[in-house]
T-cell receptor
Framework: DAGVIQSPRHEVTEMGQEVTLRCKPISGHNSLFWYRQTMMRGLELLIYFNNNVPIDDSGMPEDRFSAKMPNASFSTLKIQPSEPRDSAVYFC??????????FGSGTRLTVV | GENVEQHPSTLSVQEGDSAVIKCTYSDSASNYFPWYKQELGKRPQLIIDIRSNVGEKKDQRIAVTLNKTAKHFSLHITETQPEDSAVYFCAASGGSYIPTFGRGTSLIVHP
């Protein structure tokens, strides 16, 4: 089991550019979460999918953020246009419904 | 929604001492309480969890206790070692399965 796979590991982009983060969940896990981690705010839930359907996106900060899960094996988080304050580590985590969520390695995003 | 408070934010101990991290939650419907350890530059990793039908769970040097009435749960690490140094997060989730995380505790174990 390769675990939750995120790409890229690091992303440096200029303000105004589009950024796409990717996540491949653990096979069989039907819950998928996108989190943002910063020193100031800790781990913030951005969006939660269950069986590929967005259930709670109340944590998505602005319309610049969007997330999709077209199938059970892939999800994306897109920021368009990116801003310096979006700089953070973005984690994807998945779970099998009974708890025990597994995190990916994260994407460290730097917007300059 | 659920609100999880975690204390202390920083904990410094000598090697061999015990460490205790405490969390409180607000939603009485929460029934699953995992703890995660995050080493510098790495992902949070599940180290132990407890469900609301038990009051205590142990795994070698770590243990978690849960008081449903008071809505608080704690992580206990005994005989701490330098490699225990990390940020520890508690979380709570209920029927929605959406975990709400505490702000984290930075544990420093001095050799």
């Amino acid at each position: 089991d390769a675990g939750v796979i995120q790409s890229p590991r690091h992303e440096v982009t200029e303000m105004g550019q589009e950024v796409t983060l990717r996540c491949k969940p653990i096979s069989g896990h039907n819950s998928l979460f996108w989190y943002r981690q910063t020193m100031m705010r800790g781990l913030e839930l951005l969006i939660y999918f269950n069986n590929n359907v967005p259930i709670d996106d109340s944590g998505m900060p602005e319309d610049r953020f969007s997330a999709k899960m077209p199938n059970a094996s892939f999800s994306t988080l897109k920021i368009q246009p990116s801003e310096p304050r979006d700089s953070a580590v973005y984690f994807c985590a998945t779970g099998g419904g009974a708890g025990g969520y597994t995190f990916g390695s994260g994407t460290r995003l730097t917007v300059v | 929604g659920e609100n999880v408070e975690q204390h202390p934010s920083t904990l410094s101990v000598q090697e061999g001492d015990s460490a205790v991290i405490k969390c409180t939650y607000s939603d009485s419907a929460s029934n699953y309480f995992p703890w995660y350890k995050q080493e510098l530059g790495k992902r949070p990793q599940l180290i132990i969890d407890i469900r609301s039908n038990v009051g205590e769970k142990k795994d070698q040097r770590i243990a978690v206790t849960l008081n449903k009435t008071a809505k608080h749960f704690s992580l206990h690490i005994t005989e701490t070692q330098p490699e225990d140094s990390a940020v520890y997060f508690c979380a709570a989730s209920g029927g929605s399965y959406i975990p709400t995380f505490g702000r984290g505790t930075s544990l420093i174990v001095h050799p």
